[in-house]
């Protein structure tokens, strides 16, 4: 199973060639303002430079305690390094900001998920899913709660709507590959492992063993 979780960054309609060296001179013209050191933490987070990333997010929530951005990209960062009771007091801070905060509520899920607190994840999963029906990182999790339930038609549903709104979702992909094995729909699961590889997604050497013996 493959959990998602989403970061934010401060709305902007431009589009810029490079992201790092943009916010680098805001942060250096305005070192007292909390977003630069965000949105400059965010290009870090989704290039994977998680060390570059940690002390920027930090130095915002410094800065701007309350801003909910900052504290729901911490919070996410903190989650992806498995620090989780962090995690939860930067993401639940967010959510006070900004209570429609369909991100933070994700994460949140998504620290529940870890915990093994499925009851709680779907729950939180769900009300990302109220304030932002689109969203499909909290529909692929809620999938991954059904999965670990052991509903794998409705796991597969959610996959499936996941899919129709974003074709490149590697997680959807991945998780609909383990779901068509278990279900004996042999084909099925090549096809969506195969799509999930093609996103960078590893399969787990157990289920890529697994699966040669159908292709």
């Not at 509520?105 to 607190?117: E, K, Q």
């Not at 490149?168 to 492992?193: E, G, R, T």
């Amino acid at each position: 199973l493959v959990l998602a979780a989403g970061i934010t960054t401060w709305q902007r309609n431009e589009v810029w060639s490079n992201v790092e060296s943009l916010w680098g001179e805001v942060l250096k013209k305005s070192p007292g303002k909390s977003r630069p050191y965000n949105n400059l933490g965010d290009f870090y987070f989704k290039t994977r430079q998680f060390a570059k990333a940690m002390p920027l997010f930090e130095k915002a929530v410094q800065i701007e305690p309350n801003s909910a951005a900052a504290c729901n990209n911490l919070g996410c960062l903190l989650w992806y390094n498995g620090r989780l009771d962090e995690s939860e007091k930067y993401v639940r801070r967010a959510i006070a900001s900004k209570n429609r905060f369909y991100q933070a509520y994700n994460i949140l899920g998504s620290i529940y998920f870890n915990r093994g607190n499925l009851d709680s994840a779907e729950i939180f999963f769900r009300e990302s899913l109220k304030h932002k029906p689109g969203f499909v990182d909290a529909r692929a999790n809620l999938g991954a709660v059904y999965m670990q339930h052991r509903e794998l038609d409705r796991a597969a549903a959610e996959y499936t709507k996941v899919l129709a709104e974003a074709p490149n979702h590697p997680q959807a992909n991945y998780n609909l590959a383990l779901i068509y094995f278990d279900q004996q729909k042999y084909a099925l699961s090549v096809q969506y492992a195969d799509r999930a590889k093609s996103l960078g997604l590893a399969l787990a050497p157990s289920f890529a063993a697994r699966l040669e013996q159908y292709r």
